[in-house]
């Protein structure tokens, strides 16, 4: 899972960047993962909002396990008055999690404001984190939380 979250994030943050790039046309460029194999990735821009462009897809495919990974970015949402971008990642493939799908939000204001949900074949949740308001959440499937303080830069 946290692999996947790696990569997952890393081409995140490649889709944003180069989202702005194309004149909303299907564009496919080649990234090196971090096993050393060359993922093609292909993405469409959806929207002229470089924060959060929605309507964004992006997806790929490993070339050695076949396994289809694709990310849409599907729209804001306000969550304790902060407004986030979100975007929805899912696979063909789950994990030795289980997991399927990721909702990932995102403020652009605030990088320590974040929540990411996985899910399992079934639509149930396995895990979820949150870092808000300075608070680090996380709970898993059976309802066990915890929670910490995010230290403050010095």
Do not use: H
Not at 45 to 57: A, H, K, L, Y
Not at 74 to 88: L, R, S, T, W, Y
């Amino acid at each position: 899972m946290q692999k996947k979250m790696i990569v997952f994030l890393v081409l995140l943050v490649l889709s944003l960047a180069v989202s702005g790039c194309s004149d909303k046309e299907t564009s496919t460029v080649t990234i090196e993962g971090e096993d050393g194999q060359d993922y093609e990735v292909t993405y469409t821009e959806g929207s002229d909002d470089e924060n959060c462009p929605v309507g964004s897809i992006w997806s790929t495919t490993n070339p050695n396990t076949g396994e289809v990974v694709s990310m849409e970015i599907v729209g804001k949402e306000v969550i304790n008055g902060i407004e986030m971008c979100q975007a929805v990642y899912e696979t063909d493939t789950p994990d030795e999690n289980g997991i399927v799908k990721v909702e990932y939000l995102w403020s652009n204001d605030n990088e320590e404001n974040f929540m990411w949900t996985a899910y399992d074949q079934d639509g149930n949740m396995v895990s979820e984190m949150k870092a808000m308001d300075g608070k680090i959440t996380m709970s898993d499937s059976e309802g066990v939380v915890m929670e910490m303080e995010i230290p403050e830069d010095e």
